[in-house]
């Protein structure tokens, strides 16, 4: 009887396993296991609702938080008097939440800045017109805070309307494509200060504050487009790379009565970017962030807009370099700030009074607080997230600023993303974990759950009905002996008895991390399939474990994390289950860098690797991001050395494939250019893939798909 019950149920295993369904490499790439969030909302001032477009783009619709119930269609082009289009691609609130901005026909310049054909709708009279005869489109529309005016870009200078007069005039007038920039940033402002404006409106509406860039010194970078022409297109734009000459940035302030323009008396000399300009919430003082080119001092001015004297009310200097991404995270309250700073080894919060004056640490802990996500200023409640249990995972938290008690808002373990309405009274979490994807919720300001908007039910189900390999999270050594967060995949049929080929994929950039118990079904799940174990591991220099894990790299990025991934590989290689003559490596960008970096100092370790879009010296990257990390080629000549993948051309080991697209405006494709000179300079063998007009994403068409099966077919091939 006991033997007919073991066939039965081995037989409803064998049924359950043939109704499964096998992992397919191209419904990974065409967004099958892709999970679904919910589209972007914009809180009221009040924060009691928010605004949402509807899936096709033609209402504008306000929400009550509490309950989820539609109040008002604020706008719909059906209805709206002169409405002469069907659809908008995005649209913008004004502050006393009387005025829309819809724009159309959208057309990126970079990676976030846009242009667009912008359309101004008076709520109260149901009227559409368009915000300017320009033939040309707009860009970084800014509102004041009354809602009464506009700021926009066009062509490199500032224009202002104003609603109630139905009236537009030129702020500035010396704007010229590649010299002067007014209100918008230059390339590497957005990519590294990851912003396309710098422009604010004073608290009482007077004063438009924003930053002027002088671009004309700075050296101009060309690549070809090929796009199936006879002859192929120039594309130029200015690109600082290490050592060069930065945009020239003055601080402006515009008095709209009065018409004139006047620069910030900031200090002459030891400041070179401004990164962040603000007024403050409850009076006309301008805040005004600098850092020195080594980006190793920081300096908050408060600025008299009248006098236009900038006293420094907050310094910090670092020993390394001030993580310009904390300056994002300054919020201003009345009469004081709140600032995240890595001073006592971790990212923690700090409250200051406008004068500069330390008025308590509000966090504290071996943890970073991973972002400032909202303030209440009356009941004195601010919200953050932390890696507080793990640097895998991120939980939601509040703590009142006045009692100091931290209190988890977030209810499970794994990633938990949040975006808060106004003063922090309702937030949309984003949870999920390695085996479960995102579930999205409303909450109250307690945590308390309202309601879901997206439980991802049907990608649930999709992934119980294919086989899929799941990630083990284990530590293995640094090269210094430090344990270092990891995973392994193993195929879902897996044998301990076999050796098995590894692949190890990493990116390993500064504060970066891989390795984190979040949802995400990738190539790398297909390639596990295929019979490979596949590993990940976050090497020094990598995020969420500290000021000195994440910047002992300085001033000598490349090395340490290459001398990691050495050191993983040869740890992993002893596994009873993984072949060491068997072991490859793969990355894209710095990830990619360090696979020409480990197969050059590795003394082979890795019998195969792929290197997607590589910096292969750091001197032909951009000024911003390199120097931050290395100061410039002139002061760090040796580290600029040591840390390029060239230097090691003549000890590479292994076989390897290169790839880039011809058309990578942030990691240029010289840079693979050179190292192929340096490897025909060393006499090595090489294999080099090119993706004809694809930026630094390889993404368009079917590129993905086609990338992974070279890639895997490489494998196979060398493994």
Excluded at 75 to 95: H, I, L, T, Y
Excluded at 279 to 295: G, H, I, K, S, Y
Aim: proline residues 4%.
């Amino acid at each position: 009887m006991k033997q007919i019950k073991l066939i039965a149920f081995s037989l409803l295993l064998l049924g359950q396993a043939m109704q499964a369904q096998q992992l397919q490499l191209k419904d990974i790439t065409s967004g099958k296991f892709s999970q679904k969030g919910v589209d972007d909302i914009v809180s009221s001032p009040d924060g009691e609702y928010f605004y949402k477009s509807d899936p096709g783009n033609t209402l504008v619709v306000k929400y009550a938080f509490k309950t989820g119930i539609p109040v008002d269609t604020v706008f719909n082009v059906k209805r709206a008097r002169e409405c002469n289009f069907d659809s908008f691609d995005g649209f913008v609130m004004s502050p006393d939440e009387k005025r829309l901005l819809v724009y159309r026909n959208t057309e990126y310049v970079y990676r976030r800045s846009y242009k667009a054909d912008y359309y101004y709708y008076d709520i109260r009279r149901n009227l559409v017109s368009k915000l300017t005869d320009k033939k040309e489109k707009q860009s970084v529309p800014v509102f004041s805070k009354d809602g009464r005016m506009l700021a926009y870009v066009c062509n490199n200078n500032i224009w202002l309307v104003k609603f109630d007069f139905g009236t537009e005039s030129q702020v500035t007038k010396d704007g010229v494509a590649g010299k002067i920039i007014n209100g918008a940033t230059d390339w590497v402002y957005e990519e590294e200060f990851e912003t396309t404006h710098i422009m604010d409106f004073s608290s009482d509406n007077t004063l438009l504050a924003f930053v002027r860039f002088d671009e004309s010194e700075v050296p101009e970078f060309s690549f070809q487009k090929y796009q199936g022409n006879l002859y192929p297109t120039l594309e130029s734009f200015k690109y600082p790379k290490a050592g060069e000459a930065n945009s020239k940035v003055s601080c402006q302030i515009f008095d709209i009565e009065a018409k004139t323009t006047k620069p910030v008396n900031l200090p002459s000399s030891g400041w070179e970017y401004i990164p962040m300009i603000q007024f403050l919430p409850d009076q006309p003082t301008l805040a005004v962030m600098t850092l020195n080119r080594e980006q190793n001092i920081f300096d908050m001015y408060m600025v008299n807009p009248r006098s236009l004297v900038a006293k420094s009310v907050l310094q910090e200097r670092n020993r390394y370099f001030v993580d310009s991404q904390l300056l994002k995270l300054i919020r201003f309250i009345p009469g004081q700030f709140l600032y995240v700073s890595e001073k006592d080894g971790y990212n923690q919060i700090y409250l200051y009074n406008n004068a500069g004056v330390l008025d308590k640490q509000l966090t504290t802990g071996k943890f970073d607080v991973t972002d400032l996500l909202a303030v209440d200023p009356t009941t004195k409640t601010i919200y953050y997230q932390a890696a507080g249990e793990s640097p895998l995972r991120r939980e939601i938290y509040k703590l009142n600023m006045v009692k100091g008690v931290p209190e988890k808002l977030s209810s499970q373990a794994g990633t938990n993303r949040a975006t808060f309405a106004e003063n922090g009274k309702y937030f949309v979490n984003f949870w999920n974990n390695t085996n479960t994807p995102s579930v999205v919720t409303v909450n109250d300001a307690n945590g308390k759950q309202l309601r879901v908007l997206e439980d991802n039910k049907d990608l649930q189900e999709t992934l119980k009905s294919t086989i899929i390999p799941t990630k083990e999270f284990t530590t293995v050594k640094a090269a210094d002996g430090t344990a270092l967060n990891a995973w392994i995949m193993k195929p879902t049929n897996f044998n301990p008895s076999k050796k098995y080929p590894l692949v190890m994929v990493q990116y390993s950039g500064p504060n970066s991390q891989q390795v984190l118990d979040s949802y995400g079904i990738d190539w790398v799940h297909y390639l596990a399939e295929q019979g490979y174990i596949v590993a990940c591991v976050d090497g020094r220099g990598t995020g969420a474990r500290g000021e000195e894990f994440r910047k002992q790299t300085y001033k000598k990025l490349g090395v340490l994390e290459s001398d990691d991934q050495i050191a993983a590989a040869h740890e992993l290689g002893k596994l009873s289950y993984i072949d060491p003559s068997r072991i490859a490596i793969w990355g894209w960008s710095f990830g990619g860098q360090m696979v020409l970096m480990t197969m050059g100092r590795g003394n082979g370790v890795f019998k195969a690797g792929v290197s997607i879009a590589p910096v292969t010296n750091w001197r032909f990257y951009d000024t911003v991001y390199t120097e931050r990390f290395m100061t410039t080629p002139q002061q760090n000549e040796a580290g600029y050395r040591e840390g390029s993948p060239i230097t090691y051309a003549d000890t590479f080991q292994g076989k390897l494939l290169l790839i880039h697209g011809t058309a990578d405006d942030n990691v240029h494709f010289q840079n693979t250019l050179e190292y192929v000179r340096a490897l025909i300079n060393a006499g090595k063998q090489f294999e080099m893939f090119v993706f004809p007009d694809k930026d630094h994403s390889i993404r368009g068409g079917d590129s993905r798909r086609y990338l992974y099966e070279k890639i895997i077919q490489f494998y196979n091939d060398n493994l």
